[in-house]
């Protein structure tokens, strides 16, 4: 890090997979939420997805103090400055298993926030917070803030007491009296906050800078608010995803970040003046390792995206190149590797789905299409003309190319506007189990002259199983002859799968 000049490096020290630092006053967090019973993280998940303790069969782990010590020192050494990370009120499983008191229902296992109308809580957070601070020399210490639930506090009569006599309108405004009692505790003890970005939900703290990650607008908002910002948006900056095609990757979160894609992120937006622009500290990747197995294998996701980002930090916008970066970054791979390290190698880059690039042809383009069911408006992928435009999607469903569909699949009749001789009918879906997009359970197409009888062509089975973790995609056909004015083209979601996911495809190509 220090030799590519990247100066902090924020440590995700607990999360609901794992309680990973030593808290002498608390030693049970390590003693009974530091272990698992299974290694793989979606076997585990798929089970009890229960903490054990440590034995020969347990898969997990945790720093002590001791150890945390030897890091930030020899980080200091390098002038790395390290900034701990201790979640609260969501992502909080494991203290709630340990210490189910401190949940709205009381009971292990049910909630994933801390109960905010229980006093317990806030004297939990300080202590922990206690020993953090003197561990870490940070003037920044982050609270995590991201992904709460919010569910138990709005049938818990602690947090609707709590509400009632500080006159908080709705959990929004719950969770940022938390954050506000948070920033005051560290603001005493000469350290400031620093959260995700939905730390401004209900109202942000008065010295809180805010980490941008869902999107940059949360940054841009912040500084335009007068705080301060650190840009590390989800589609740019997290390493945790594919950076090349999947079949030729090893095993990642549903996404695709090649290193062309980092690099081409500018993290002081033109949007924002020059006031504003002081405001905005930094650039961030992340690296959540929850299905990463090894070290070898999160070098690989590091580097040498990880070099975009440090140059990035570096450099003005009109002083970076893409084709001279990547001449460096090539070297630098050699350079690591011959340091032992295991980057992802760029000269075997594949790059992105060849399809992205084509525009089809075919009966369809440009045909009004009816939605029986709707998109989803998280992933509209351009509209009502999204699968008839000639255009297919690539590695990443994010990329406003494939359309999503959640709850109840895909039901759309396009209309070719004349009764035509049709050859073929076929539409291209991605499964991938940790972005939560499943394959559909089976695909009917009918076809009509008259949009009132519609005839069964076809009704084909999937045959990739929703369990089956990977990339995948599959095309569903129907080929053979038959005069059709109106195409029906349904896609099933699997209704024994209980994770609600999205179906995708990127294009109903009629032929
Ligand atoms: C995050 O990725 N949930 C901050």
Not at 60 to 86: C, F, L, M, N, R
Not at 187 to 215: C, F, H, Y
Not at 330 to 352: H, R, W
Request: hydrophobic content about 35%.
């Amino acid at each position: 890090m220090a030799y590519y000049k990247m100066n902090r490096f924020h440590w995700h020290l607990v999360d609901g997979t794992g309680w990973r630092v030593e808290i002498k006053k608390y030693p049970q967090l390590t003693q009974q939420a530091a272990w698992r019973p299974y290694e793989n993280l979606v076997e585990w998940s798929d089970k009890e997805r229960q903490y054990c303790e440590k034995s020969p069969n347990a898969y997990g782990g945790y720093y002590t103090q001791e150890d945390v010590k030897e890091i930030v020192a020899y980080a200091s050494s390098k002038y790395i400055t390290v900034i701990p990370e201790i979640e609260m009120p969501g992502h909080s499983e494991e203290v709630l298993a340990v210490f189910p008191q401190l949940s709205c229902t009381g009971k292990a296992y049910v909630n994933s926030d801390f109960c905010i109308g229980n006093p317990k809580t806030f004297i939990f957070l300080e202590d922990v917070l206690t020993e953090i601070m003197a561990l870490f020399p940070s003037e920044y210490i982050h609270i995590g803030g991201d992904e709460a639930e919010k569910k138990g506090w709005k049938s818990c009569s602690k947090c609707a007491d709590l509400m009632e006599k500080k006159g908080l309108k709705d959990v929004d405004e719950l969770q940022s009296y938390m954050i506000h009692h948070i920033e005051t505790f560290l603001n005493k003890n000469g350290r400031r906050l620093l959260g995700w970005d939905e730390i401004m939900q209900g109202g942000l703290a008065p010295n809180a800078t805010v980490m941008s990650w869902r999107g940059e607008e949360y940054g841009i908002k912040a500084v335009q608010a007068g705080h301060d910002a650190i840009m590390t948006p989800i589609k740019y900056c997290y390493f945790n995803f594919y950076q090349d095609a999947p079949e030729s990757h090893v095993l990642s979160w549903a996404g695709y970040t090649p290193i062309e894609k980092v690099y081409s992120y500018n993290p002081v937006p033109d949007s924002v003046n020059v006031e504003e622009k002081k405001h905005i500290l930094g650039v961030q990747a992340n690296v959540w390792t929850e299905y990463i197995p090894t070290e070898n294998i999160a070098e690989m996701m590091i580097w040498p995206r990880a070099l975009a980002i440090a140059e990035t930090g570096w450099t003005q916008p009109d002083r970076k190149l893409f084709s001279r970066f990547k001449e460096n970054a090539l070297n630098a791979v050699e350079y690591l590797k011959d340091k032992g390290y295991n980057p992802f190698d760029l000269k075997d880059e594949v790059g992105e789905r060849k399809e992205y690039y084509d525009t089809l042809k075919h009966l369809a383009i440009g045909k009004p299409v009816e939605y029986k069911q709707p998109f989803s408006d998280e992933y509209p992928a351009g509209g009502k003309d999204a699968l008839v435009n000639g255009l297919q999607g690539g590695w990443s469903c994010d990329n406003n190319r494939w359309q999503g569909f959640i709850n109840n699949g895909i039901d759309v009749v396009i209309d070719l506007q004349t009764t035509q001789t049709v050859h073929s009918i076929q539409a291209t879906f991605m499964q991938d189990v940790f972005g939560w997009c499943w394959m559909p359970k089976d695909v009917e197409i009918y076809t009509s002259v008259d949009s009132q009888n519609f005839t069964l062509l076809s009704n084909i089975t999937n045959d990739i199983p929703f369990t089956q973790v990977g990339f995948f995609l599959k095309e569903f056909a129907w080929k053979g002859n038959v005069e059709a004015r109106y195409i029906r083209y349904v896609a099933n979601p699997d209704k024994s799968n209980t994770k609600v996911g999205f179906i995708f495809t990127d294009e109903i190509v009629v032929r």
